[in-house]
């Protein structure tokens, strides 16, 4: 099997959202969304006039700004 043929059944079943269900899957104002599409951060797609936002991109962009914490111990009272 094709590793390619997994990525690209994958891709063609994406879901394309407008900018409001983006804004929703994201939980960002619209500032914060629309400061993310400058920063180039989403991919905008346009068949029309009406932006489209790939839910796939939108995972990734959530991933790519994942923070990590650490397990901090707290010294116990003396």
Do not use: C, G, W
């Not at 043929?5 to 914060?32: G, H, I, P």
């Not at 797609?45 to 796939?56: A, G």
């Amino acid at each position: 099997m094709d590793p390619n043929q997994d990525q690209t059944a994958s891709n063609s079943n994406s879901q394309y959202l407008t900018r409001e269900e983006a804004m929703r899957f994201l939980r960002v104002s619209r500032t914060t969304f629309d400061e993310l599409i400058v920063r180039h951060d989403i991919p905008v797609y346009r068949l029309t006039r009406r932006p489209l936002f790939n839910q796939v991109d939108l995972v990734a962009v959530l991933e790519s700004h994942k923070t990590s914490h650490k397990n901090k111990t707290t010294k116990p009272a003396s």
